[in-house]
């Protein structure tokens, strides 16, 4: 989460570490996601759900348009989002998301 503050009529962004799921209140967990670079295509009604529902599940990391050497990266996972990201993926069949 970044957390952006005007002072003196500067934009001042800072970086906040998210050690607990909003959602689920449960700690995160590090884990490793391979990083997608170009556009991938994802469902909108999927990515809608994802922030509502499992905002910290287990996903690829969207590198931009500009291939670099990192093919993966570390992020913060919930292991009830995840579980909730499977039930969501169950009743709604054919949706394209952003699996690892």
């Known amino acids: 989460m970044t957390v952006k503050k005007a002072v003196f009529g500067f934009l001042l962004a800072v970086a906040v570490a998210v050690t607990v799921c909003e959602v689920h209140h449960v700690a995160l967990h590090d884990a490793t996601a ?19 529902a499992f905002p910290h599940s287990s996903e690829r990391v969207l590198g931009g348009c500009g291939v670099r050497a990192a093919k993966t990266a570390t992020i913060p996972v919930c292991p009830q989002c995840d579980a909730a990201k499977a039930d969501w993926l169950k009743r709604h069949p054919g949706t394209v998301d952003a699996s690892l």
Request: proline share 11%.
């Open 34 to 52: 391979p990083i997608a670079y170009g556009c991938p295509k994802v469902d909108s009604a999927y990515q809608a759900a994802r922030d509502k």
